[in-house]
């Protein structure tokens, strides 16, 4: 979970789904499967719609490129009021400032959570 600042729920559906895919490649996965609740996503990401906001299409040409390193990519919808995991995390979020982000890991069969804010392009780091 990171803290994006202030914007459209559409950019931080967007920027959330960059910042994932980010995430996955550098922990080495090869193969993902996306689950969300931005139907404007989705169909933006399967290219059945396109995106007219010149900032979010930025956004999305980057997670093309970053898509490019991946063997398997699939996304599907899940609508709203059964994605309560993902209501709860959004609220959580909003706490979170401009570029932290919260990791849950399970590790040896306990959670751990932790905070960092990582160098993500186009926000200073630390």
């Not at 396109?50 to 990519?73: E, K």
Request: negative net charge; contains cysteine; hydrophobic residues 35%.
């Amino acid at each position: 979970m990171m803290g994006l600042g202030e914007g459209s729920n559409n950019y931080a559906e967007i920027f959330s789904l960059k910042l994932l895919l980010i995430f996955a490649a550098e922990k080495g996965c090869r193969s993902l499967n996306v689950f969300g609740d931005s139907m404007n996503v989705i169909n933006w990401i399967k290219k059945t719609h396109m995106c007219r906001n010149l900032r979010l299409d930025n956004i999305l040409s980057s997670i093309s490129n970053i898509l490019d390193d991946f063997d398997s990519f699939s996304c599907r919808h899940v609508y709203r009021e059964n994605n309560g995991e993902a209501n709860e995390a959004s609220k959580e979020g909003i706490l979170l400032t401009l570029g932290r982000w919260r990791i849950s890991e399970q590790i040896d069969g306990t959670i751990h959570d932790y905070y960092c804010r990582p160098f993500i392009e186009g926000v200073d780091p630390m």
